[in-house]
């Protein structure tokens, strides 16, 4: 359990990274930019704080069940958000990138969830 959490936290960073090298090259017309920044900002500022609180969960998960349940929900609403840049997107390359994060957010969701009953059992 505690390292799909540090996978989870090392994900969560990799995509915050990954919004902060794109953010300034992404920027559709000069009227959305700054609405585009706060929006990404917040995002990026969101998953930072996701898997900070993940990376201390997982020192002792059965003590911080609240991370936890935070890791299970954070992967539900990453897959929410794949599944529909696989289903809404139409450049292929942005729906393969959706689609290989949603496999990878699917196969740590289950490997949490599944590991659930040992890890919290007093």
Same mark, same amino acid.
């Given at each position: 359990?505690?390292?799909?959490? $540090?996978? #989870? ?15 300034? $090259? ?35 998960? $059965? ?17 929410? #958000? ?27 969701? #289950? ?9 919290? $059992?007093?």
């Amino acid at each position: 359990m505690r390292w799909f959490l $540090r996978a #989870t936290a090392l994900t969560g960073i990799a995509w915050a990274l990954a919004l902060a090298a794109s953010l300034s $090259r992404a920027m559709p017309s000069p009227e959305h930019a700054p609405l585009l920044v706060l929006v990404g900002g917040a995002l990026l500022s969101a998953n930072l704080a996701v898997a900070l609180a993940l990376l201390v969960g997982a020192r002792n998960p $059965r003590a911080n069940r609240a991370a936890v349940y935070a890791a299970i929900f954070y992967l539900l609403c990453r897959m929410a #958000t794949d599944l529909y840049g696989v289903l809404r997107v139409p450049d292929p390359t942005y729906a393969l990138l959706s689609l290989a994060d949603l496999l990878l957010t699917v196969t740590m969701a #289950t490997l949490i969830i599944e590991g659930l009953p040992g890890a919290l $059992r007093p």
